[in-house]
């Protein structure tokens, strides 16, 4: 169950451009994105 949940947020994460392209150089800063898209993305399930 919390596997399935698991992946179906990578699909969720292609709404965010920055995130499908990878224009960082820095690992830490793409790293940064993605929980940026996280949090994005839960606030948004959590909100409605």
Same mark, same amino acid.
């Given at each position: 169950m919390l =596997?399935?949940?698991i992946?179906? %947020?990578f699909p969720? %994460? =292609?709404y965010f451009r920055r995130l $499908? $392209?990878?224009y960082e150089y820095y690992d830490f800063n793409f790293d940064g994105f993605i929980a940026f898209?996280? $949090?994005?993305l839960l606030l948004g399930y959590f909100l409605k």
């Open positions: =596997q399935t949940k992946e179906r %947020l969720w %994460l =292609q $499908v $392209v990878r898209g996280y $949090v994005m």
